[in-house]
Structures are given as structure tokens and as C-alpha cells.
């Protein structure tokens, strides 16, 4: 098994200068960084994340392929504004990224936030992505996704921010929100798909199911002991189990 913890002490993932760039796409500055070289493999994050969120992944598949790791719309070093935005606007940045640096398609990873993009973007540029793992994604912000306790922690947030920052705020009133996919338009999507879920997911166990079942032809993995972020707390394993989907 590999050693992750190994490979990520000298490399400072999301400010590493000598593998970052940047893209003017959609109106904004857009931030990524590139690793290895083949096949290229998008990597998307979560909500409020970084490229950093990944730091256990870009190592080992940089080894297989030419990983692109992206700080999503107004996260990271990506420019954006919180007067606007919306998973449809991300998965539009990627898919014209994608055409920015004349990539026909690519394999597409996303934890969180960044399944649902790669969700959207499985659905709305199709031609664009080859393959899609997503892990611990939801496709609805209601109780049947996610807890009560969960949204209404979300409300109070943005009903008592504090001094959290403006973008704090509309990213956390995305997710109360938004997405809104129904489960008759997963079923037009034609790229292999792997959904992935922690046992102990934040997003309940039979709303990943109902993903699953929606996709045709999907995958499932759920992972036993594992939480929302099973990438950063099982690494070997999320890993492995990614590269085998990829590999078919």
C-alpha cells in the first residue's frame, strides 16, 4: 500500500507556484494545478475547500495520470463573487477549462461539492467526461439527503454569521439551497459512474443508494468506519478503490 503521508511533506498542495496557473474562464480567474502526465483526471472538492483537500490523492494518481486539480469559483485561489453562484456555474468553469487547455475528455473526481459538479457536468457535457467517481455527493438539500439537524445548522449560519465572510456565507446558502437534480435526469447519464459514500456519511446512506440506483450502470462503494471525508481518512483504501474503477 502506499504511504501518503510521505509523499505530501515537502509539497504544498493549492500553493505549490511551479505546478499552478492560472485560466480567465466565465468572467473570473480560475485556479489549478497539474501533476503527472497520461490521461487527465479533473479533481474536484468541497464546499469551502482547496486543491489542499486532496493532498492524499494528487501523489498517488500523478503516478497513473495527468492529474488537474482546480480550486472551485470563489474557493481557494479561484476569483468568483458571492452575489452569484451555483453548482451549474461551476460545472460550467470545468467544462470550459477542459476546453481551455484542449482536452477532448477527461476522468472526473469529486468529494463533496465536487460530485455534484461532476454530476452536472456528466449531465450538461456529456462528451467531456470519460469517467466519474463521486464520493459523498447529494443531489437535493432536503431532509431526504442530508438531517434536519444538518440544514438547520446550515440556516442558522447564514441567519447568525458572526464574522464569517460574505463568501462563507453564500457557499452555506448554496448547499440550503441547491442542487436540484431529479433522479429521471441521472438517468440520462451514459459515462461510467462510481458513487461513494462513507458508512457514516453525512449524507444519508439510502439518498446514495437512490443516486446509484438512478445511474445506469453505476458502481457502489460504501466504505465501512468511515465519515463524510473517507478520501482524507482512509487514503489507501479511497485510493485504491478509485484507481481499480478507472483501470476498467
Known sequence: MLNVSAQTDT???????????YAQINGIQLYYETYGSGEPLIMLHGNGGSIDAFRYQIPFFAKYYQVIAIDSRLQGKSGGSPDTISYEQMASDFCTLLDYLHIKSANVLGWSDGGIDGIIMAMKCPEKVKKLAISGANTVPDSTAVTNADIQGMKNFVANPGKASKTDVALTQ??????????????????????????????????????????PG?????????????????????NATVLTFLSK
Open 11 to 21: 509539497i504544498s498542495y493549492g500553493k505549490n507556484a511551479s505546478a499552478g496557473h
Open 174 to 215: 448554496m448547499m440550503i439551497d441547491q442542487p436540484n437534480i431529479s433522479y429521471a435526469d441521472l438517468g440520462k447519464i451514459s459515462c461510467p459512474v462510481l458513487v461513494m459514500a462513507g458508512d457514516r456519511d453525512m449524507i444519508k446512506a439510502e439518498h446514495t443508494l437512490k443516486i446509484y440506483q438512478s445511474i
Open 218 to 238: 453505476a458502481s457502489l462503494c460504501i466504505f465501512p468506519d468511515s465519515n463524510h471525508g473517507v478520501c482524507q481518512q482512509h487514503p489507501d483504501l479511497f
